[in-house]
């Protein structure tokens, strides 16, 4: 008995606060020749964003993405094409990022705007004029 292993997906969620929050798209990742060819590096040097966005509407498994109507849209490499660009450079750009393994941005930091111990100690030694 041998070892099936199953595609990964992607999950791709915009944070609260993104003009894309809400939507949630799943995708597939992609075999290591068809990843080397969306970047330029396989036999196929074709890196360009049009080779990437229909890569991507292939690879689409499912979205919860509605139409101005409430419709459902269906999750196909047609209507990937037939929606709004900047959305789908977005979902492009999210799911090439799962791709490479760059994880979602940390927190924030804290709000804290005390100035640090360390910020507060003076680098350089002050010249002689400043001195006295």
Known sequence: MGFQFKT?????????????????????????QEFLDIN???EVQDMHAGHQLKTMGEKLLSWNLEDED??????????VLRQDKDLMIAICEAWLGGLRGVSA?????????ET???ASIPMDVPSESLAS
């Open 116 to 118: 640090s111990l360390e």
């Open 40 to 42: 330029g590096i396989g």
């Open 105 to 113: 941005p940390l927190e924030q930091p804290s709000p804290d705007t």
């Open 70 to 79: 409430g419709n459902p849209v269906p999750a196909t490499s047609e209507s």
């Open 8 to 32: 990964p997906r992607i999950n791709i969620a915009f944070e609260p606060g993104h003009e894309y929050h809400g939507l949630e798209v799943t995708l597939r990742k992609l075999t290591l």
